[in-house]
């Protein structure tokens, strides 16, 4: 009979640091999921090299605290602080970082990753530490479980987790990193010659079978068409999955690595011995949540609720775990993201978060939240919102 043993380490008021999964299949299979909070490492001076390194030190302690290593991460996301919107600048911070990410990572760890990654610039604000140059969330696995090439191969399915894509691609010997200004086109662009035609040769049907999309959109360079992108954006996708439309959100950010660009999603799309269900109920273009079931173990995906007040959205959040068949928030969940809109006051963004998690953090009283990321960015979903939080559950 299937298992799964959700251990939450070093609790905090807002987090717990890592977050551990011990799953134990129909079949006898056990598999570990790790996955630390996201981190920081402004404990070192406030220059790329120094924070990275710093941050190395600080998730390999996440890693640590479950006995996993490096080689176990099979994905990487790596959120920039904007350092102005000047695009040089962006392109040279981009640049500063790409040259030391992966060298670090071997001389720190002593050997390399084998994760995928997705990278962006998410708002000149940055994150709840103001002195961090980026923050970086991973996750790993161990056990019954083969990890590499953006997948996790347990067997009997198959989870495969890509690396972000954009327009960016070889046209006979040259470089297209831009298809004009139409961002529709651009999003159909990306999911049907990045994403699908890769997934068709595989035997894998790209529309059917994605069941989390996480949707990027730059707008920097023309702050003005930011929500009308979005809305473009949007409706592509919609029309694009129709009613299969997997879980997910949709948010501005400064800037993709592509900067000639300006979409960029991320797809999570499973195969083999695995059923998908989805909630039948769509809001903000997504399914409100999307589950996948294998060996008589459920995870439910839980697309970002948008709303004023934290409180509020992890009551929706937690309702929607439990239509999905878990027990609830408090016992399933495994990992939250959380959005904060920012705007040009700074103050006024600082004061936000601190009005967001003393409310997060009472809904929690008396238990052990998730792990936890959190970001400043232009919006979240929709731009009347001014917080946003999605969710990963695990459950029998």
Known sequence: MAQVHIIRHNPGAVFCNPCEVIQVDDDGKITRLIEPSGNVG??????????????????????STCNAHWSDVYKTDVMWTTPSDDRDECDQFKNDFNAIYGAMINSATGGPMRSNRMARFTNQEGFPDPAALFEVQIKAAQGDVEIGSGKLDFGSWVDHQPSGASVSHKKGEEWVHTL?????????????????????????DFRKQTVWMEILVAVDDSPEQTWARIEATRKAFENYFGDDRPAGLIYPVSRIPNLDGVVEPQPRVVSGDVEIQRSGNLEHGFSTWTSIKHGGITEAMVSAVAGNDAASILDSVDERV?????????????FNNAYIAAGPDSKANRDSLTAFNPSFSKWYEGTVP???????VGGIQQEEFAYGISNRAIFI
């Open 42 to 63: 402004t404990q070192y001076p406030n220059n790329i090299g120094a924070e990275w390194f710093g941050t190395i030190e600080n998730l390999t302690k996440g890693l």
């Open 370 to 376: 998730s792990a936890r990321t959190a970001q400043y």
């Open 322 to 334: 439990k239509q999905a068949g878990g027990e609830g928030l408090k016992a399933n969940g495994i």
């Open 180 to 204: 004009g200004p139409d961002v529709g086109k651009e999003m159909e662009f990306v999911l049907e010659e990045q994403y699908a035609k890769g997934f068709a040769e595989q035997g894998i």
